[in-house]
Structures are given as structure tokens and as C-alpha cells.
């Protein structure tokens, strides 16, 4: 599986951008896929997760710090993943990356992902 991530920039406080995520390749019926992000001189955490799968709607899961003010959303159609990112604050400043894990079990371990797109920089200024 390979991921292709774009949609990163620079935007004010208070502002919104949106992430998209592709991915490219074979995959199972029932599969994660997720977004982390590191900021300068921060260890890489967990932002949101959605669940892909045949039988069931998708959940999702959310890092306490974007609860109402991300939105993890998918295109069944295209396989890809969106980050909708309002109210964005100069702490949300960081790489962005989108990840996928062949388990259909959400989970916030950066470990458990199995491919890792190429990062998008997201610069949010005061």
C-alpha cells in the first residue's frame, strides 16, 4: 500500500485547511486509516483514525487536543481519507502524516501502522 498525502500550507490562527490521503494498492476488507503529526522539536502523536470495512460503518477516534475542531471523514469510492481542520491554533504547527494498518481495530500507537505516507507541513501562525 503505498500513501499519498498533500493538502498542507500556511494559515493563520483560526483558520481551517484539509488534508487528503490516498491510498494506492491492495488491501484487506476491514483496515485503519489514520493521521499523526509531529511538531518542532515534539515526538510524533496521534491526531485521528477511521476504520475502513465491508460489514459495518466506520468508526473513528480522535486525539483529545482536535476533538471539535477536526474531522476525520472518508471517499469510499476513491479510497482516500480527509483531515478537515478548523480553528486551527500555532500548536497544531507540524508534520503531518497519514498512516494505514491492515488491522480493521483502531488504535492510537504510532507502532501498529503498517505504511506511512510522505508527510505535508501544516504552519499555522499567531
Known amino acids: 500500500v503505498q500513501l499519498q498525502a498533500s493538502g498542507g500550507g500556511f494559515v493563520q490562527a483560526g483558520g481551517s485547511l484539509r488534508l487528503s490521503c490516498e491510498a494506492l494498492?491492495?488491501?484487506?476488507?476491514?483496515?485503519?486509516m489514520a493521521w499523526l503529526r509531529q511538531g518542532p522539536g515534539k515526538e510524533r502523536e496521534f491526531v485521528a483514525a477511521?476504520?475502513?470495512?465491508?460489514?459495518?460503518?466506520?468508526?473513528?477516534l480522535y486525539a483529545d487536543s482536535v476533538k471539535g475542531r477536526f474531522t476525520i471523514s472518508r471517499d469510499n469510492a476513491k479510497t482516500t481519507v480527509y483531515l478537515q481542520m478548523n480553528s486551527l491554533t500555532p500548536e497544531d504547527t507540524a508534520v503531518y502524516y497519514c498512516?494505514?494498518?491492515?488491522?480493521?481495530?483502531?488504535?492510537?500507537?504510532?507502532?501498529?501502522?503498517?505504511?506511512w505516507g510522505q508527510g505535508t507541513l501544516v504552519t499555522v501562525s499567531s
Open positions: 498512516a494505514h494498518r491492515y488491522s480493521g481495530i483502531i488504535t492510537t500507537q504510532e507502532s501498529s501502522y503498517d505504511h
Open positions: 494498492g491492495r488491501t484487506t476488507r476491514s483496515y485503519v
Open positions: 477511521i476504520k475502513w470495512s465491508v460489514w459495518s460503518v466506520g468508526g473513528t
